[in-house]
């Protein structure tokens, strides 16, 4: 299947830089609404919905590995004018870490929330990999969209030092599983703030956008 031939769920809205939102698996693009309206127009947005989430497309089983998924990042980047700033929560993160590391001069800024970076270590990987497929049971999703969340290398985590954009990285007071991933990416990219959201969880963006877009708002500030 031709990847151009997905659509894609999405929505455009405000002006300026664009901030290009990519969810977390077994969510969609409306886990951003409230980031949105909390930053408001004076801000260029895109949010999507990953291939098999939302209203985008699912396609069969097998289209849905992390290059398929990179590649309808592209798509969505290659709506913009110039350089975004990607943003990104759990799964999302890690794509937008990938697709910078693939495409570094079309990413100005990063903005990670409640993500990671991958596993070194095959044997993390693996337990990683059937905790998904076993949640993916019992989950009312798309046959085969799990493969995008499981993790079948150490290339994004060992290539870390490469990104040289500045970071702002997010995660919620009572995300203990993310909570780890902050001092790994403040050890090896330009991370020029680390904000931890109080009595929040993994979906702190969904819990307090207010808090969220506070953040990405001061960052914006600081790298214009």
Same mark, same amino acid.
């Given at each position: 299947?031709?990847?151009?031939?997905? +659509?894609?769920? &999405?929505?455009?809205?405000?002006?300026?830089?664009?901030?290009?939102?990519?969810?977390?698996?077994?969510?969609?693009?409306?886990?951003?609404?409230?980031?949105?309206?909390? &930053?408001?127009?004076?801000?260029?947005?895109?949010?999507?919905?990953?291939?098999?989430?939302?209203?985008?497309?699912?396609?069969?089983?097998?289209?849905? *590995?992390?290059?398929? *998924?990179?590649?309808?990042?592209?798509?969505?980047?290659?709506?913009?004018?110039?350089?975004?700033?990607?943003?990104?929560?759990?799964?999302?993160?890690?794509?937008?870490?990938?697709?910078?590391?693939?495409?570094?001069?079309?990413?100005?800024?990063?903005?990670?929330?409640?993500?990671?970076?991958?596993?070194? +270590?095959?044997?993390?990987?693996?337990?990683?990999?059937?905790?998904?497929?076993?949640?993916?049971? *019992?989950?009312?999703?798309?046959?085969? @969209?799990?493969?995008?969340?499981?993790?079948?290398?150490?290339?994004?985590?060992?290539?870390?030092?490469?990104? *040289?954009?500045?970071?702002?990285?997010?995660?919620?007071?009572?995300? +203990?599983?993310?909570?780890?991933?902050?001092?790994?990416?403040?050890?090896?990219?330009?991370?020029?703030?680390?904000?931890?959201?109080?009595?929040?969880?993994?979906?702190?963006?969904?819990?307090?956008?207010?808090?969220?877009?506070?953040?990405?708002?001061?960052?914006?500030?600081?790298? @214009?």
């Amino acid at each position: 299947m031709n990847d151009n031939q997905i +659509k894609l769920d &999405l929505i455009e809205t405000g002006s300026g830089v664009p901030l290009i939102y990519t969810h977390g698996w077994a969510d969609d693009r409306t886990a951003w609404d409230g980031v949105i309206d909390s &930053l408001g127009d004076e801000v260029g947005h895109i949010a999507w919905s990953i291939r098999g989430h939302g209203e985008s497309d699912a396609p069969p089983p097998g289209n849905y *590995t992390r290059t398929h *998924t990179l590649n309808d990042l592209e798509r969505i980047v290659d709506m913009a004018d110039g350089q975004v700033v990607l943003v990104g929560h759990s799964l999302g993160g890690y794509l937008s870490l990938a697709f910078c590391l693939q495409h570094p001069s079309r990413v100005k800024a990063l903005v990670l929330i409640g993500a990671g970076p991958g596993f070194r +270590k095959e044997e993390t990987r693996s337990q990683w990999n059937a905790s998904v497929k076993s949640s993916a049971m *019992t989950m009312d999703i798309p046959e085969g @969209s799990e493969e995008a969340a499981l993790h079948v290398d150490s290339w994004v985590i060992d290539s870390l030092a490469e990104i *040289t954009v500045p970071v702002l990285v997010i995660v919620g007071e009572r995300d +203990k599983r993310f909570a780890a991933s902050m001092a790994v990416f403040e050890k090896y990219l330009d991370v020029k703030a680390s904000v931890v959201v109080p009595e929040a969880g993994h979906s702190v963006h969904r819990k307090n956008p207010q808090a969220v877009a506070q953040a990405i708002e001061s960052f914006l500030s600081e790298i @214009s």
